[in-house]
């Protein structure tokens, strides 16, 4: 059972997490850049909207429902997430969503039972999963995505502090939603490269 400090997280991160997705969202439809001030103003707004029960119907605040249907985020989620409003947000490199896929493929079936192996299982202090975390992280620095590890080294932090109610940490490095943004990304990243090539071509085709 969660204790209220734990209880209290738990609604701050998903209150952060809806108005930053909202906040996205508008910066999609918006025909212009919207000023990072503005944004930030816009997801402090939001996120008090989601934190605290508006009164009405609702005995509990907008995020503890959304949290309710969509379950806690994993720390790498929530900080991709987060990171991406920043203003020097950086693309996520196609490498980081290929290896996110391909692990994602892997492992969600096994952990859901079709297989003899359960690397759920893993997620409870495995020394061999600790390395191949830390392995991964160094990879993403020695490709130069520095950004990837501090998240996953923060991720790695979080749970070794219990920051969330699991203490398992696969909990803390994916989740559903992370894993079908890295399958969708992939096959988007590659359109967008086809695309940017083929414009490429027609500009400086002769005559």
Same mark, same amino acid.
């Given at each position: ?80 997430? @987060? ?12 490498? +980081?969503?290929?290896?996110? =896929? %391909? &692990? /994602? !493929? ?56 219990? @920051? ?12 559903? +939603?992370?894993?079908?943004? =890295? %399958? &969708? /990304? !992939? ?21």
């Amino acid at each position: 059972m969660m204790t209220p400090y734990l209880q209290i997280i738990a609604l701050l991160e998903m209150s952060l997490t809806c108005a930053v997705v909202l906040m996205i969202l508008v910066q999609k439809v918006s025909s212009t850049e919207i000023p990072f001030v503005i944004r930030l103003a816009g997801i402090l707004l939001l996120g008090n909207l989601f934190f605290w029960p508006l009164g009405m119907s609702l005995e509990l605040p907008l995020s503890a429902y959304v949290r309710g249907v969509t379950g806690e985020l994993s720390i790498v989620s929530m900080l991709l997430l @987060w990171g991406s409003i920043l203003p020097s947000a950086k693309k996520t490199p196609l490498g +980081f969503k290929v290896s996110l =896929a %391909l &692990i /994602a !493929i892997a492992f969600y079936p096994l952990a859901l039972g079709f297989g003899m192996v359960d690397p759920y299982a893993w997620g409870y202090g495995s020394i061999t999963l600790l390395i191949a975390v830390i392995l991964f992280a160094v990879a993403c620095g020695l490709a130069g995505w520095t950004k990837g590890v501090w998240i996953i080294s923060f991720a790695m932090i979080a749970w070794a502090a219990h @920051w969330h109610e699991s203490a398992n940490l696969w909990d803390y490095l994916l989740d559903p +939603f992370l894993a079908i943004w =890295a %399958l &969708i /990304a !992939i096959p988007n990243a590659m359109y967008r490269k086809r695309r940017e090539k083929a414009q490429s071509g027609y500009l400086f085709r002769a005559g």
